[in-house]
């Protein structure tokens, strides 16, 4: 059974940084592509990064091109997810995902960017 378990949000000044972590288990996480996806108060899912199982092809949604940066760690069975500059539009719950739209997907860490 795939279990996704993100953590590191929290609260965050505009212009400051995170870095969250997504564990995966159940399957094998080297066979897979990854997704980030975000949700916005009151917004629908926003798929915002994905990365190849090897890691060398990498795409972002152009909200967050040049701010955030998508990682993994296959022997870990961990994803991440650096994001720096984060403005208040960044407010959101994140979730890693096993595709683009997010339906398979962890139960999320909340990131609030205010000041």
């Known amino acids: 059974q795939v279990h996704l378990v993100e953590s590191g949000g929290g609260l965050v000044q505009p212009g400051g940084s995170l870095r969250l972590s997504c564990v995966a288990s159940?399957?094998?996480?080297?066979?897979?592509?990854m997704h980030w996806v975000r949700q916005a108060p009151g917004k629908g899912l926003e798929w915002i990064s994905v990365?190849?199982?090897?890691?060398?092809?990498?795409a972002y949604a152009d909200s967050v091109k040049g701010r955030f940066t998508m990682s993994r760690d296959n022997a870990k069975n961990t994803l991440y997810l650096e994001m720096n500059s984060l403005n208040t539009d960044d407010t959101a719950i994140y979730y890693c995902?096993?595709?683009?739209?997010?339906?398979?997907r962890g139960q999320g860490t909340q990131v609030t960017v205010s000041s």
């Open positions: 995902s096993q595709d683009r739209k997010g339906a398979i």
């Open positions: 159940g399957f094998t996480l080297s066979g897979y592509s």
């Open positions: 990365i190849s199982p090897d890691s060398r092809s990498k």
